[in-house]
């Protein structure tokens, strides 16, 4: 999987590392959750971009107090599906890496995602 970028003004320029390409998608994502407690969503379809966090309205909201009103935004960019983080709270990581705040990450088919206590399984399409 590509490394996380840490400064989002690379992300136009962010390849993954030598010889391997980004995980690529047809331009949509399937977040799942593992348990449906304090989400008010059972599953969330990413077709563009969406942002996330504890603020009712939005696409994800994530009842959960270690999350940001407005945690971070999840978009499509060069074939892949990222989550880029805002905050600088250890409330998400991605595969077990825990993100810093501006810290963007390729979510990749299989991927887990964890947005304070909850976790999601990627379905990259």
Partial sequence: CPPLVRNPLEISATAGPQGVDPPATSGCALLVPRQQDGLAARHLWLFGQAAIGSQPGLPLVVKDSAIAP????????????????????????????????????????????????????????
């Fill in 70 to 125: 407005v945690q971070g935004i999840l978009y499509y960019h060069r074939q892949s599906v990222w989550i880029h983080n805002l905050v600088d709270n250890q409330a998400v990581a991605v595969d077990g890496i825990v993100m810093d705040a501006n810290a963007i990450a390729p979510l990749a088919d299989g991927s887990t995602l964890r947005l304070g206590i909850h976790s999601f399984s990627v379905e990259a399409y």
